[in-house]
């Protein structure tokens, strides 16, 4: 387990519904996985929607990328128009939260500034921070397995994906099924620590932000 990461048996300080509440309305919790491609966040996703008592909303990645039109583009056009697709994605998470929905996430932080722009976007004690990991080889089994993934991607995403070394809580899938991570998350939520672990992030990597409250 990454140094810094909390045990499901650590101390609670705070309460699950220990949220940020503006004047005006609740703001929703984000249960924020991530993890490589194949490391299995989007099954976790669809067992936590069954299992969470709460209404939440599951929001993909993958169904920005998908909305987009599928006219050619060159090489030197991709990687703005992916840009600003994560850029649209965070900010469409943090406008559902800000309505008062809960929400699940699945992402990639692959890249600095992603992990960058969520902690400027999202409140960061709504956020669960989940650590969804699975051993690489693994990883390259199921994606030559799934065959609509290129295989080496999770390799390429490894080193990055967790390069911030904090969690509020990880799951392992190669050790649990997508069931048995949903119940751990759903049972770890009435007794999160504070600060959590974007509280943390936001005030070692983002000490230009003002402080949230």
Same mark, same amino acid.
């Given at each position: 387990?990454?140094?810094? *990461? =909390? @045990?499901?048996?650590?101390?609670?300080?705070?309460? &699950?519904?220990?949220?940020? +509440?503006? #004047? $005006?309305? !609740?703001?929703?919790?984000?249960?924020?996985?991530?993890?490589?491609?194949?490391?299995?966040?989007?099954?976790?996703?669809?067992?936590?929607?069954?299992?969470?008592?709460?209404?939440?909303?599951?929001?993909?990645?993958?169904?920005?990328?998908?909305?987009? *039109? =599928? @006219?050619?583009?060159?090489?030197?056009?991709?990687? &703005?128009?992916?840009?600003? +697709?994560? #850029? $649209?994605? !965070?900010?469409?998470?943090?406008?559902?939260?800000?309505?008062?929905?809960?929400?699940?996430?699945?992402?990639?932080?692959?890249?600095?500034?992603?992990?960058?722009?969520?902690?400027?976007?999202?409140?960061?004690?709504?956020?669960?921070?989940?650590?969804?990991?699975?051993?690489?080889?693994?990883?390259?089994?199921?994606?030559?397995?799934?065959?609509?993934?290129?295989? $080496?991607?999770?390799?390429?995403?490894?080193?990055?994906?967790?390069?911030?070394?904090?969690?509020?809580?990880?799951?392992?899938?190669?050790?649990?099924?997508?069931?048995?991570?949903?119940?751990?998350?759903?049972?770890?939520?009435?007794?999160?620590?504070?600060?959590?672990?974007?509280?943390?992030?936001?005030?070692?990597?983002?000490?230009?932000?003002?402080?949230?409250?």
């Amino acid at each position: 387990m990454t140094q810094g *990461s =909390r @045990h499901l048996t650590g101390s609670p300080t705070s309460d &699950a519904d220990g949220a940020d +509440t503006p #004047r $005006g309305g !609740h703001i929703g919790r984000i249960i924020f996985l991530n993890g490589t491609s194949s490391s299995g966040k989007s099954s976790i996703a669809r067992e936590l929607l069954r299992t969470l008592d709460e209404t939440y909303f599951h929001m993909p990645v993958d169904a920005f990328h998908a909305m987009r *039109s =599928r @006219h050619e583009m060159s090489p030197e056009e991709l990687p &703005a128009v992916l840009h600003r +697709t994560w #850029r $649209g994605f !965070h900010r469409a998470v943090a406008g559902m939260a800000a309505g008062g929905n809960n929400v699940v996430v699945d992402h990639v932080l692959s890249e600095p500034w992603r992990l960058l722009d969520c902690l400027e976007l999202f409140p960061p004690r709504n956020v669960v921070l989940v650590g969804v990991r699975c051993p690489l080889r693994e990883l390259e089994r199921r994606e030559t397995q799934r065959g609509d993934r290129p295989v $080496g991607l999770a390799a390429r995403q490894w080193d990055q994906v967790h390069a911030h070394g904090l969690y509020d809580i990880e799951c392992d899938t190669a050790a649990a099924g997508p069931e048995d991570c949903a119940r751990q998350i759903k049972d770890f939520l009435p007794r999160r620590p504070a600060p959590t672990a974007f509280e943390q992030l936001r005030a070692k990597l983002r000490p230009d932000l003002p402080a949230a409250g």
